[in-house]
Nanobody, 124 residues
């Protein structure tokens, strides 16, 4: 069983920054691919960023490339999402997800565990 707990969401003005954290339970966190997804009202959940188990490889949705950065600290069982130059279009509930085996994926259904989500609201 893996538990994921996100934190760091909030209200920010356009152009501002936020840093999301996702703390994971489980002794094998360092072997999981981790992803960040988001879901806006009335829209499907979409991939934002993903990290290989080692953190050596990362992937981003085109909409956030150059603005967001995913990182992980396996010693702390934590994955982060640094979000800069935020836009109103980034407003959504953000979720972290763990994939116990297999590479980073953009398909939500391939992830095994999910956090409860944290709200990010960007005002114009």
């Amino acid at each position: 069983q893996v538990q994921l707990v996100e934190s760091g969401g909030g209200l920010v003005q356009a152009g501002g920054s936020l840093r999301l954290s996702c703390a994971a339970s489980g002794r094998t966190f360092s072997s999981y691919a981790m992803g960040w997804f988001r879901q806006a009202p009335g829209k499907e959940r979409e991939f934002v960023a993903g990290s290989h188990w080692s953190g050596a490889r990362t992937y981003y949705a085109d909409s956030v490339k150059g603005r967001f950065a995913i990182s992980r600290d396996n010693a702390k069982n934590t994955v982060y999402l640094q979000m800069n130059s935020l836009k109103p279009a980034d407003t959504a509930v953000y979720y972290c997800a763990a994939r116990l085996s297999g590479p980073i994926a953009a398909t939500p259904g391939l992830y095994d565990y999910w956090g409860q989500g944290t709200q990010v609201t960007v005002s114009s």
